[in-house]
């Protein structure tokens, strides 16, 4: 075993509930699922965090079932090392900048 310190540990990670986008959404709002199509926020917040220099120090990534769950929304959790997980519900598409924005606002270079 060898430890390691990784760049994000001292930005942290955020957690994006895949689950919902597979089962939950198709499932519960097929009306959600449409809208949504094949977009996908971990892809997307992935991208804009390295559009903007944000990615390395601050990583995402795909999680199982949280169990926070609401209807027609995806659970994403984001911690910055050393605080409270912040953790919410959004609707990937319509509020998909606000949670990046609270994510850089929490996480990043300037936060």
Same mark, same amino acid.
């Given at each position: @075993?060898q430890?390691v310190?990784p760049?994000?540990?001292?930005?942290?990670? =955020?957690?994006?509930?895949?689950?919902?986008f #597979?089962?939950?959404?198709?499932?519960? /709002?097929?009306?959600? /699922?449409? !809208?949504?199509g094949?977009f996908?926020?971990?892809?997307?917040l !992935? *991208? %804009?965090?390295k559009?903007?220099?944000?990615?390395?120090?601050?990583? =995402?990534i795909?999680?199982?079932?949280m169990?926070?769950? *609401?209807?027609? !929304?995806?659970? =994403? *959790?984001? &911690?910055? /090392?050393? *605080? /409270?997980?912040?953790v @919410?519900?959004v609707?990937? =598409?319509? &509020? #998909?900048?606000a949670?990046y924005?609270a994510?850089? %606002?929490?996480m990043? !270079?300037?936060?």
């Amino acid at each position: @075993m060898q430890p390691v310190k990784p760049k994000w540990t001292n930005s942290g990670l =955020v957690l994006v509930c895949e689950r919902c986008f #597979k089962e939950r959404i198709p499932e519960e /709002a097929p009306e959600v /699922a449409e !809208k949504i199509g094949d977009f996908n926020l971990r892809d997307w917040l !992935k *991208a %804009e965090l390295k559009e903007h220099g944000e990615w390395g120090p601050i990583r =995402v990534i795909s999680t199982s079932c949280m169990d926070v769950c *609401a209807k027609g !929304k995806v659970t =994403v *959790a984001f &911690e910055k /090392a050393g *605080a /409270a997980p912040e953790v @919410m519900v959004v609707d990937p =598409v319509d &509020e #998909k900048y606000a949670i990046y924005d609270a994510i850089v %606002e929490q996480m990043g !270079k300037q936060g």
